[in-house]
Structure formats: C-alpha cells, structure tokens
C-alpha cells in the first residue's frame, strides 16, 4: 500500500468513534495529513451540477494535471436555471475544463437522474475509465443532489471489485478532513475555472466562499496561502463507515 494511503488509515477509527458519538471524545481528534498529491495515478471527479467541481477539488484537479495524472470528471447533470438555459451551463463547462486543463469529461445533460440511475451513471464511468481513486461530495453536503451524489458513488464503490480509493470534496458543507492539498500556486487558475460560471456568479460570489475556505484550510494547518481538504478512504474504511 502507498505509503501516504497506509498512514491516512490510522483516522478510520477515530473517526469512526466521532460519528458514534463516543465517550471519550478526547482520543479522537487528530491533525490532517498536509501531502503534496494524494496516492493514485488515474482520478474520476464526480460532479452533480456544473460549478461543483471548480468550487470544491478545483485546486487538486490542476495540481494531477500539472503532475500528468489522469482526470476524467463526470457532470451527474446540467440543470438549467431562471436565468440560464442548458446550452449557456454547458459552456461555461467547457470554459472551466479549458482553464483547468482538462480534457476528458462525461455531462448528463439530462435533469438530476432518480437514485438509481445516479448509481447506474457513476458505475458505468468507474468501469470504463477504471481509476484508482473516485473523487464525491461529501456525505456533510448541504444540498439534497449533492448527497444523492455521495450514495450513488459509495454503492457504486461497494459494486465495483477493485480495491479503489474515495476523495470527498466540500462544496456546500465544511468536512471533518484527513488530507489536506496545498494549491497556493494555482489559486488564480482555480479562480479562472470558478469565474468561468458567469451565471452561478449572479447570486452567490463562490470565488469569495471557496477563497476563504481554502485559506482557513491552510491557516488551521499552520501555513500560509490556500488548501484543499479531503477525507481520503480506501474501499475497505469507506464501506464500514457507510454500511
């Protein structure tokens, strides 16, 4: 097992305990682990809408890229809004995958799938570009697509035969974290990526929201600049902690 990987698992437990609210809170906590680039060589970023993938691991995405990882991401849906049809979601998609370097990408472009076929899209993708780690929203999520997104992943994880890894992102809803990603220099890019979603931008100002949670992420680990964080789970520690 990779050595970054094999360290991270010591937090399964204690997480574990924090969930079932434990009475000895004290031996629970612990310190995220700060690494360059987490273990694997082939990520699938799974994204509910359009915008969830700059605002949360848009960081660690250019980080793989910029490292020659290979990154597909899978947009679960491309809803339209009050202000915006699909074909003006679409492309700011392609304009955030072009500031982000990316290139190999699977859209929905249907309304949010029901549960299952959340689960059917997300396994098909696992079986065809067959990564290593399988990047979700948070279980934390405070939005109700988001969460659908997160069971429809772990179910497709508990599916697959492989031994793969989950990244849970945050993009809504702060995690507890075990790994946390320095992106300080690709800051600006990942803000280029987010300002690509002009009409996401009319409402909510996410260039601000993740700017600030990137750099507390940083600032609580005692460093400066900005940073990602992540619950980072093999399939086994994920499974038992989401029966």
């Known amino acids: 097992m990779n050595p ?8 399964f437990q204690r997480i574990s305990n924090r969930i079932s609210l434990t009475t000895r809170p004290e031996q629970n906590t612990w310190t995220p682990k700060w690494v360059e680039l987490p273990p694997g060589e082939r990520f699938l970023v799974v994204a509910p809408h359009p915008d969830d993938e700059a605002i ?26 009050a202000t ?8 700011e998609l392609l304009s955030s995958l072009k500031a982000m370097r990316v290139d190999d990408y699977k859209v929905n472009e249907e309304e949010f799938p029901i549960k299952d076929e959340v689960t059917a899209i997300i396994s098909r993708e696992i079986a065809e570009f067959d990564p290593d780690v399988v990047l979700l929203p948070s279980y934390l999520e405070n ?7 997160f069971y429809g992943g772990l ?18 809803t702060p995690l507890l974290p075990n790994m946390v990603v320095d992106i300080t220099p690709l800051i600006d890019q990942k803000a280029e990526a987010v300002g690509a979603y002009v009409s996401q931008l009319q409402d909510l100002n996410f260039i601000a929201a993740f700017k600030g949670l990137n750099q507390f992420r940083a600032t609580i680990c005692g460093r400066k600049g900005f940073a990602e964080a992540f619950l980072f789970l093999n399939r086994t520690d994920l499974l ?3 029966p």
Not at 67 to 79: E, H
Not at 143 to 149: D, F, M, R
């Open 56 to 81: 949360g691991p848009g960081g660690i995405i250019l980080k793989l890229r910029q490292a020659g990882r290979s990154v597909r991401i899978l947009f679960i849906s491309v809803p339209g809004t």
């Open 240 to 242: 038992k902690l989401f």
């Open 84 to 91: 915006s049809g699909k074909e003006v979601r679409k492309q």
């Open 143 to 149: 939005n109700s697509e988001h969460l659908q997104t």
């Open 4 to 11: 970054i990987a094999l360290e991270l698992r010591y937090v």
């Open 155 to 172: 179910e497709s994880i508990r599916r697959h035969p492989k031994e793969l890894m989950a990244m849970l992102y945050e993009v809504w």
